[in-house]
């Protein structure tokens, strides 16, 4: 009896160990579910911030786009100081009243960084001779992108500062940086800085997260990665148009005082090409005073009158069964088999990334005086009708004529390059009616089919060049950047 009293009270301890061992597990469990907890609260709003972060980036990339394009459909007109820039008179945006563009230089910008734009630009030099965006007393570019936007929660204000670039041919590099004086940089070389400051997870003017980039742009020609027509004339098919043909040289094309008017093709080697015979038709080559026939150019570059090239004025010519080829007549044994490639850069094949750069267009009927740029016209028809002005001497056209026939009706003016080319149809021609004028160069890459009446082409210089110079506004390769030191 005395033994079972003895070990009663061990029989009732029996399963201490096993509540211990059960109430640390449980104690243990208790502790790694609040650890998952608030490891899982803290990445859920690590997410979140990303999240936030990256659709505010997203908002501030869709700024930059809208930028590019509202800057692209401008580009005529973004560091043109001319009033009257083109024929409806739109000013360029450097004008004087115009107010697009203002100074860096004249914002007070001694505090070393702040939300101004001009801040943006992290080198003083250049932040110096830098103008900002403003129209209508505010910096930001208003381009509508908020309403793409519109119940997103995000937001996004665009901003830009334009950079005129000093280019020198002679200097490596050849970019030497920013200039507000006209007499070092020109309209037509130009860079442009889009800032954009996107937000997301906004409510009642409050935004959880917020996003700085910036992206530079700069213009660049379609003639960018080739050769600019320096002629008046270049064509590689049949030469002269069964009218009658006048070409105003190039004074200079073939070195000072040496006066290039027509680049033929000359060259045997050429496959399916055949040699340009230029003791055909009935055309004409004369000096710029001696078309006018005035020894001043008239201000908008048209012809007052009636104007032509007389044989005894003539340099060359072919007149009844007299054909006298002068020195400006190049027959060139090795010209380009492939213009395009020479032209553009571009080979022939690759014609897509050319026409890309270009607005397409498929009848040509949208051409007219305030059109400037670059346009390829596609088809079966660029038709331009009778007495049509395309472009103008400032802000001029480069078409691309692609189609299958271009067909001018007479009393067409154009001031640009007009190249005539065969990459989507292998038998596109030119034909023409009446008297048309070209101010500047004609590039012809197919074959001149029936042109009846006069086919004037007037070499330009400045038309020549700005065209040369014209075809939009593209990304400088790691521009891109979402850190600004100064700019907050």
Same mark, same amino acid.
């Given at each position: 009896?005395?033994a079972?009293a003895q070990?009663?009270?061990?029989r009732h301890?029996?399963g201490?160990l096993?509540? =211990?061992t059960?109430v640390?597990i449980?104690?243990?469990?208790?502790?790694m579910?609040?650890?998952?907890?608030r490891?899982?609260v803290?990445?859920q709003?690590?997410s979140s911030?990303?999240v936030?972060?990256?659709?505010a980036?997203?908002a501030? #990339?869709?700024?930059?786009?809208h930028?590019?394009?509202? =800057?692209?459909a /401008?580009?005529?007109?973004?560091?043109?100081?001319?009033?009257?820039?083109l024929?409806?008179?739109?000013?360029?945006?450097?004008?004087?009243g115009?107010t697009?563009?203002l100074p860096c230089a004249d914002?007070? @910008?001694?505090a070393?960084?702040?939300?101004?734009?001009?801040f943006a630009?992290?080198?003083?030099?250049r932040?110096?001779e830098? *103008?900002?965006?403003?129209?209508?007393?505010?910096?930001?570019?208003?381009?509508?992108?908020?309403?793409v936007?519109?119940g997103?929660?995000?937001?996004?204000?665009v901003?830009?500062?334009?950079?005129?670039?000093?280019?020198?041919d002679?200097?490596?590099?050849p970019?030497? !940086? $920013?200039?507000?004086?006209? /007499?070092i940089?020109?309209e037509?070389?130009?860079m442009?800085?889009?800032?954009?400051?996107?937000r997301?997870? $906004?409510s009642?003017?409050? $935004? !959880?997260?917020?996003?700085?980039?910036?992206? +530079?742009?700069a213009?660049?020609?379609?003639?960018s990665?080739g050769?600019g027509?320096?002629?008046p @004339?270049?064509?590689?098919?049949?030469?002269?148009?069964?009218?009658?043909?006048?070409?105003?040289?190039?004074?200079?094309?073939g070195?000072?005082g040496?006066p290039?008017?027509?680049?033929?093709?000359?060259?045997? /080697?050429c496959?399916?090409?055949?040699?340009?015979d230029?003791?055909?038709?009935?055309?004409s080559?004369?000096?710029?005073?001696?078309?006018? #026939?005035?020894?001043?150019?008239p201000? /908008?570059?048209?012809c +007052?009158?009636?104007c032509?090239?007389?044989?005894?004025?003539?340099i060359s *010519?072919?007149?009844?069964?007299?054909?006298?080829?002068?020195?400006? %007549?190049?027959?060139?044994?090795?010209?380009?088999?492939?213009?395009?490639?020479?032209y =553009?850069?571009?080979?022939?094949?690759?014609?897509?990334?050319?026409?890309s750069?270009?607005?397409?267009?498929?009848?040509?009927?949208?051409?007219g005086p305030?059109?400037?740029?670059?346009?390829w016209?596609?088809?079966?028809?660029?038709?331009?009708?009778?007495?049509?002005?395309i472009?103008?001497?400032?802000?001029?056209? %480069?078409?691309i004529?692609?189609?299958?026939?271009i067909?001018?009706n007479? !009393?067409t003016? %154009?001031?640009?390059t007009?190249?005539?080319t065969?990459?989507e149809?292998?038998?596109a021609s030119?034909?023409?009616?009446g008297?048309n004028?070209?101010?500047?160069?004609?590039?012809?890459?197919?074959?001149?089919?029936?042109f009846?009446?006069?086919?004037?082409v007037v070499y330009?210089?400045?038309v020549?060049?700005?065209t040369?110079?014209?075809g939009?506004?593209?990304? @400088?390769a790691?521009?891109?950047?979402?850190?600004?030191?100064d700019?907050e």
């Amino acid at each position: 009896m005395q033994a079972t009293a003895q070990w009663q009270p061990i029989r009732h301890q029996r399963g201490v160990l096993t509540v =211990f061992t059960g109430v640390f597990i449980l104690v243990m469990l208790t502790l790694m579910m609040m650890f998952a907890v608030r490891a899982g609260v803290a990445e859920q709003r690590t997410s979140s911030n990303e999240v936030r972060q990256k659709l505010a980036l997203h908002a501030a #990339e869709t700024g930059i786009q809208h930028a590019k394009e509202y =800057f692209i459909a /401008n580009s005529a007109l973004i560091a043109s100081d001319l009033i009257d820039k083109l024929p409806d008179g739109t000013d360029g945006w450097l004008a004087a009243g115009a107010t697009r563009w203002l100074p860096c230089a004249d914002v007070d @910008l001694s505090a070393g960084h702040g939300s101004h734009p001009c801040f943006a630009e992290p080198d003083l030099d250049r932040r110096a001779e830098t *103008y900002y965006y403003s129209r209508n007393g505010s910096t930001e570019v208003s381009l509508g992108t908020d309403t793409v936007l519109s119940g997103t929660g995000q937001e996004v204000t665009v901003y830009a500062l334009l950079c005129k670039l000093m280019v020198s041919d002679f200097a490596s590099p050849p970019v030497q !940086g $920013c200039s507000r004086d006209p /007499n070092i940089a020109d309209e037509y070389h130009y860079m442009i800085t889009i800032l954009a400051r996107g937000r997301a997870d $906004c409510s009642d003017g409050t $935004c !959880g997260a917020e996003a700085l980039v910036a992206e +530079p742009l700069a213009n660049y020609g379609v003639l960018s990665g080739g050769n600019g027509p320096g002629v008046p @004339l270049t064509t590689r098919t049949s030469w002269a148009p069964s009218g009658t043909a006048e070409i105003i040289p190039n004074p200079n094309g073939g070195g000072v005082g040496v006066p290039v008017s027509v680049w033929l093709n000359n060259n045997p /080697n050429c496959p399916n090409q055949a040699v340009v015979d230029p003791s055909s038709g009935s055309w004409s080559t004369c000096e710029l005073h001696e078309w006018y #026939e005035t020894e001043q150019v008239p201000e /908008n570059l048209e012809c +007052p009158g009636s104007c032509s090239c007389s044989v005894s004025e003539s340099i060359s *010519y072919t007149h009844g069964n007299s054909d006298v080829i002068g020195i400006d %007549m190049d027959l060139d044994t090795e010209f380009p088999c492939d213009l395009f490639t020479f032209y =553009f850069g571009i080979p022939k094949t690759h014609y897509e990334a050319i026409k890309s750069q270009a607005q397409i267009i498929d009848d040509c009927s949208e051409l007219g005086p305030n059109s400037y740029g670059v346009y390829w016209a596609t088809g079966p028809l660029c038709h331009i009708g009778s007495n049509t002005v395309i472009g103008s001497q400032h802000a001029p056209v %480069m078409l691309i004529s692609a189609a299958s026939t271009i067909r001018f009706n007479g !009393g067409t003016k %154009m001031f640009g390059t007009l190249y005539v080319t065969d990459v989507e149809d292998a038998a596109a021609s030119i034909e023409g009616t009446g008297n048309n004028t070209f101010y500047g160069a004609v590039i012809v890459d197919a074959a001149i089919d029936k042109f009846s009446g006069t086919f004037q082409v007037v070499y330009v210089e400045t038309v020549a060049r700005i065209t040369a110079g014209t075809g939009g506004i593209g990304t @400088l390769a790691g521009g891109w950047t979402d850190f600004h030191r100064d700019w907050e």
